[in-house]
């Protein structure tokens, strides 16, 4: 359409051979209007940008020369970007150093959420509760006036661990249980066991505990435990078992 070129001459031969409906044919002469109408003034135009560039390629020596400078003007560019990015490395290969790493910048820690800070106050609190608790119930211990002792003496191939509790308490005591902590290499002799339920200990008496126990190098002196037993005011109260005596 663009300069005033008849595009559709061909287009209307074969129309009138084969024949188009109305709507068809109204197109074709829709599109012939507007090239008759467009085609003096965008043609000029048109032309006087494209036809000298056109012109001027027509040139075979302006051509060659033109894509000798294309080629090597993209040569260089490449060959310059390679030199930016790539020489530092292969000057230092060459060279048997190793490039420098940039050291990462240290990242500041982020600071604690609101739901972490909760958590450690409610865990501190609650640590400080347990404290307060196991501190209370070490002093009713001592003024429930309930004491326990440990002695190992070596009976053939095996020891005997005896665990004393006295009550010395103005009432009984009960649901007493002596349960020990053994250290390595040593361990419980067959049928004997850890735990033992010494019940119900009346005022100003005394029960023992005995523990069958087989040596294979350990330090008896670390041998442990406790005894719990239920104290007058219906709290359970805990003693640590102390260092045993070693009986010769």
């Not at 209307?12 to 109408?37: A, C, H, K």
């Not at 972490?116 to 501190?135: C, I, L, N, W, Y």
């Not at 008896?220 to 435990?225: A, E, M, R, W, Y």
């Amino acid at each position: 359409m663009v300069g005033g070129i008849k595009t559709f001459t061909s287009l209307d031969l074969i129309s009138l051979s084969v024949g188009v409906s109305p709507i068809n044919r109204f197109s074709i002469l829709f599109w012939q209007e507007l090239e008759d109408l467009l085609g003096p003034i965008l043609g000029p135009i048109v032309r006087g940008f494209f036809e000298p560039v056109y012109r001027t390629f027509e040139d075979t020596v302006f051509r060659s020369q033109f894509m000798f400078t294309v080629i090597w003007t993209a040569m260089i560019i490449c060959g310059l970007v390679f030199v930016i990015y790539e020489a530092p490395s292969f000057l230092s290969w060459i060279m048997g150093t190793q490039p420098t790493t940039p050291k990462r910048q240290a990242t500041s820690r982020p600071s604690k959420t609101r739901a972490q800070r909760v958590s450690e106050d409610s865990h501190r609190v609650t640590k400080s509760k347990v404290q307060e608790e196991r501190e209370r119930l070490k002093a009713v211990v001592e003024r429930s006036g309930v004491k326990v002792h440990s002695s190992v003496r070596r009976m053939k191939e095996e020891l005997l661990l005896d665990v004393s509790v006295h009550n010395g308490s103005n009432h009984q005591i009960d649901m007493v249980v002596v349960d020990i902590d053994l250290p390595v290499d040593i361990n419980t002799a067959i049928g004997s066991f850890r735990m033992q339920r010494l019940g119900t200990i009346g005022v100003d008496e005394t029960q023992v505990a005995e523990f069958r126990l087989q040596e294979r190098g350990g330090d008896i002196t670390k041998i442990g435990g406790h005894v719990e037993f239920l104290s007058a005011s219906y709290e359970v109260s805990k003693i640590m078992l102390p260092q045993p005596e070693i009986v010769e």
